[in-house]
């Protein structure tokens, strides 16, 4: 079993759609969860950095934690074509490295 | 966020020659920084792990001597690929984060090519 697990898509939604990006965790000792955002052929960046369970907003983004059925979610709000992109879920293994699930490509029309 | 670079974000290179890519993490110190590889419509996987001054980590099946790791300062890492064939081009990116289980922010990644 992989440790994180995230549905590949390809998820495509009109411009405005709120859009849910969800990935599941295999051990229940992970405590920080992070979100990363790639776009084609650059590096992926940093959108939410989250520790244990709870909610954390930043502007259009909310990352959602469930520890209790070992699952992550992000959320973006008011989606734009510019968010088109593969979304990355992470978290921090048991031996401190950050493992990441497959990927979310998410494409938002106009 | 915090920020990384990378150098050279592209390269073409002839078959047998090495190559040298530099990452730097330009507003904070990195006491870890890491190589990754990625291949078109995959995830990234992790080729290394350095801390400074010390030697690499090299994950299982990455050859120590074809992808040479330096991590000369709190900022600064390289990686050398040494004669390097068609089968190295990927595209590679480095990371970086301040402290165990930290923020850890990617580099803007280098294609390699090689001819």
């Known amino acids: 079993q992989k440790e994180v697990e995230q549905d590949p898509g390809p998820l495509s939604v009109p411009e405005g759609a709120i859009v849910s990006l969800n990935c599941t965790y295999s051990?229940?000792?992970?405590?920080?969860f992070m979100w990363y955002r790639q776009y084609s052929r650059k590096g992926p960046e940093l959108l939410m950095y989250t520790y244990s369970s709870g909610n954390k907003e930043d502007g259009r983004f909310t990352a959602q934690v469930d520890k209790s059925s070992k699952y992550i979610s992000l959320f973006i709000r008011d989606s734009q074509p510019s968010d088109s992109a593969t979304y990355l879920c992470?978290?921090?293994?048991?031996?401190?490295?950050?493992?990441f699930g497959g990927g979310t490509r998410l494409m938002v029309k106009p | 966020g915090a920020v990384v670079s990378q150098h050279p974000s592209r390269v073409i290179c002839k078959s047998g020659t090495s190559v040298k890519i530099e990452c730097r993490s330009l507003d904070f110190q990195a006491t870890t920084m890491f190589w990754y590889r990625q291949f078109p419509k995959q995830s990234l996987m992790l080729m290394a792990t350095?801390?400074?001054?010390?030697?690499?980590?090299?994950e299982q099946g990455v050859e120590k001597d074809k992808f040479l790791i330096n991590h000369a300062s709190l900022t600064l890492s390289t990686l050398t690929v040494t004669s390097a064939h068609p089968e190295d081009s990927s595209f590679y990116i480095c990371?970086?984060?301040?402290?165990?289980?930290?923020?850890?922010?990617f580099g803007p990644g280098t294609r390699l090519t090689v001819l």
């Open positions: 350095s801390n400074e001054g010390s030697k690499a980590t090299y």
């Open positions: 992470a978290t921090y293994n048991a031996g401190n490295m950050l493992t």
């Open positions: 990371s970086a984060r301040v402290r165990e289980a930290g923020e850890q922010f």
């Open positions: 051990n229940s000792a992970f405590q920080y």
